[in-house]
T-cell receptor, first 114, second 118 residues
Framework: AQSVTQLDSHVSVSEGTPVLLRCNYS??????LFWYVQHPNKGLQLLLK??????LVKGINGFEAEFKKSETSFHLTKPSAHMSDAAEYFC????????????FGKGTKLSVKP | GAGVSQSPRYKVAKRGQDVALRCDPI?????LFWYQQALGQGPEFLTY????????KSGLPSDRFFAERPEGSVSTLKIQRTQQEDSAVYLC????????????????FGNGTRLTVT
């Protein structure tokens, strides 16, 4: 079965400093992995996805993630945090099967201090 | 352009009442998903439609939950005899892709319906 573990429920950074949101995955085959962001009272938005092409994936708003098979990790990073980055971030793995169900982690709440 | 629209935005129901939650996907989107997001948790899969066909309902937590998409566009999630544990945000998502092309076409999520059962 596929699963993801987000290692931090809450991360707090200062504006202008780097962001690191950690995610480990478990999959019995080569997975598809995603990061989604959820701003308060807004719908989930896709940040980036990995589907077995390049291991370093660039997404929107300056975010990127690196797929590391040896570490079963897919950490999300951004060089410099902005106040507008404050939100909930979800690491997601494809559930397999023909329907393409997505399996979400529990989420990491990112706070950005001025 | 118009995104995925869900209504109502908020719903308060007394325990034992039936509720119906509506999802208007993006026009032309083939795939439609329902997810349940409990407080402080990530969304969990409930059910999947390809056009009007419900191809996967393995995530529905009990037979009190029922979903339909009769004409392959608007979908309704119905919960009968609501219980307090049904309190959650219910998310709808749609995609242009069929299941074979799913990973090449992103899911578009609605803002959700927050259901509170008292």
């Amino acid at each position: 079965a596929q699963s993801v573990t987000q290692l931090d429920s809450h991360v707090s950074v200062s504006e202008g400093t780097p962001v690191l949101l950690r995610c480990n995955y478990s999959s019995s085959y080569s997975p598809s992995l995603f990061w989604y962001v959820q701003h308060p009272n807004k719908g989930l938005q896709l940040l980036l996805k990995y589907t077995s092409a390049a291991t370093l994936v660039k997404g929107i708003n300056g975010f990127e993630a690196e797929f590391k098979k040896s570490e079963t990790s897919f950490h999300l990073t951004k060089p410099s945090a902005h106040m507008s980055d404050a939100a909930e971030y979800f690491c997601v793995v494809s559930g397999g099967g023909s329907q393409g169900n997505l399996i979400f982690g529990k989420g990491t709440k990112l706070s950005v201090k001025p | 352009g118009a995104g995925v629209s869900q209504s109502p935005r908020y719903k308060v129901a007394k325990r034992g009442q039936d509720v119906a939650l509506r999802c208007d996907p993006i026009s032309g989107h083939v795939s439609l998903f329902w997810y349940q997001q409990a407080l402080g948790q990530g969304p969990e899969f409930l059910t999947y439609f390809q056009n009007e066909a419900q191809l996967d309902k393995s995530g529905l937590p009990s037979d009190r939950f029922f979903a339909e998409r009769p004409e392959g566009s608007v979908s309704t999630l119905k919960i009968q005899r609501t219980q307090q544990e049904d309190s959650a945000v219910y998310l709808c998502a749609s995609s242009l892709a069929t299941r074979r092309g799913f990973y090449n076409s992103p899911l578009h999520f609605g803002n959700g319906t927050r259901l509170t059962v008292t």
